[in-house]
């Protein structure tokens, strides 16, 4: 079943409240990078087009849920989107919701946009995280009931809901899963924005229906993290390529000298049975760039080192896949009709060390080109294309870092599921 989008629906004249991603970086009360807030572009200029009276919502950064916090306005991006809009976007009061939004809805316009204050400056669109915390994984009565409060604050001044917010699609907040359930109850509909919906279609279309060979480049700092992406990616794909600190620990597990890499001493032995279970399916390096002494907050240390080969040597540590990795994951890259890539392949931040991923990238760009499908999983992957200008080359770049992995695990997406159907 097909989930239903924004262009299943009219929302003439209809209050439309649409859950957004504006997590955006802010910096002397400017947004220093739109990026999300262009890709919500689409799905909010379809509502206004149609003549809807536009109420957006936000969480932004992390702020602590007990009142309004200046650093963590959405200010900044009401007025970027008014930019990019050309029109006058109005901000929310400081509560969040209350009479006072209630008064601010009731006098919007057919056309008029509305973004309401950050959502996380109240403890209820978080709420349902606490569930987790409780002994019986549920929330207490009084958890509950400012959970509900809050949805029914926000709900009550919507005809319509509105999902264009993946990046926040694995989390079963307020915003994303209640106000949906409240619109439905109420007989309104709730369906996906343009850019969930691309979403849902990229990443589903690579696990579901790749075109082969297929190619998983998987990286980043612990293997822990992806275990479960790894198994639910082994029977699917030809190839699973794996650089980042976590190619460590798989190496120590093959009986490799990894010197004083990072290693999960606690993932060793579950990563011999990996290993065997995968037969030759995983490629790992072949070499490496290692360094005796490295600052990880400056990023500064000493000059790279290439190791001749596999062994790293003691007092010493991987920092970015060698050459010879290089040329061997480009070339399993380059060959591939599908590629999911999740994760760096070495420290990309420094530049002694952004040449794994660099390379890395440039080959998923050129076979991008030939006609391969490539989606970047979100997160440091997609800096890294984004900072290399390489972005725009490439199938799909995900919006959503945890979203996106969440989603390639298999794991549900309740805020997805709710939705309504075709």
Not at 33 to 58: F, T
Not at 71 to 93: D, N
Not at 212 to 223: D, E, Q
Request: contains cysteine.
């Amino acid at each position: 079943m097909a989930t239903k989008n924004i262009a299943d629906i009219n929302v003439a004249g209809k209050k439309v409240l649409m859950r957004v991603d504006f997590n955006v970086p802010i910096k002397g009360g400017k947004v220093t990078n739109d990026r999300r807030i262009v890709q919500a572009l689409p799905s909010i200029k379809r509502a206004l087009e149609q003549g809807a009276k536009l109420i957006l919502m936000s969480h932004l950064g992390r702020p602590a849920g007990k009142g309004y916090e200046e650093e963590f306005s959405a200010k900044p991006a009401a007025v970027r989107l008014g930019e990019l809009l050309g029109k006058t976007v109005q901000v929310g009061p400081q509560s969040v919701v209350g009479p006072e939004l209630d008064a601010q809805v009731a006098a919007m316009k057919d056309g008029d946009v509305l973004l309401l204050e950050n959502l996380r400056f109240s403890a209820g669109e978080t709420m349902p995280d606490k569930a987790k915390k409780n002994e019986d994984k549920k929330l207490t009565a009084e958890q509950q009931k400012v959970h509900d409060d809050f949805v029914e604050a926000i709900a009550k001044n919507g005809e319509a809901y509105v999902n264009d917010a993946f990046g926040t699609c694995h989390r079963k907040h307020a915003s994303m899963y209640g106000v949906a359930k409240a619109i439905q109850a109420k007989g309104g509909p709730a369906v996906a924005g343009f850019l969930v919906e691309k979403e849902i279609k990229y990443l589903s279309e690579a696990l579901n229906e790749p075109k082969r060979p297929f190619v998983a480049v998987l990286g980043g700092a612990k293997v822990s993290d992806k275990i479960k992406l790894i198994s639910q990616l082994l029977p699917k794909v030809d190839r699973i390529i794996i650089g980042g600190a976590m190619a460590y620990t798989l190496l120590k597990a093959k009986g490799v000298e990894v010197g004083k890499s990072r290693v999960e001493e606690d993932q060793v032995e579950e990563m011999k049975g990996l290993l065997e279970k995968a037969g030759d399916k995983i490629l790992l390096p072949c070499d490496h760039l290692a360094v005796a002494n490295f600052d990880f907050k400056a990023l500064t240390g000493d000059a790279p080192t290439v190791t001749p080969g596999t062994d790293i040597p003691a007092g010493m540590m991987g920092m970015d896949i060698g050459p010879k990795s290089v040329e061997a994951f480009c070339k399993e890259v380059k060959g591939a009709k599908t590629v999911v890539w999740n994760g760096p392949m070495g420290v990309f931040e420094a530049p002694d060390f952004a040449n794994g991923t660099k390379s890395v990238a440039t080959a998923l760009a050129i076979a991008t080109d030939g006609g391969a499908i490539s989606v970047i999983g979100g997160g440091d992957s997609a800096t890294a294309v984004e900072e290399m200008g390489l972005d725009t080359r490439m199938t799909h770049v995900s919006t959503g870092g945890g979203a996106s992995l969440e989603y390639l695990e298999g794991k549900p997406m309740p805020p997805i599921e709710v939705l309504d159907t075709k």
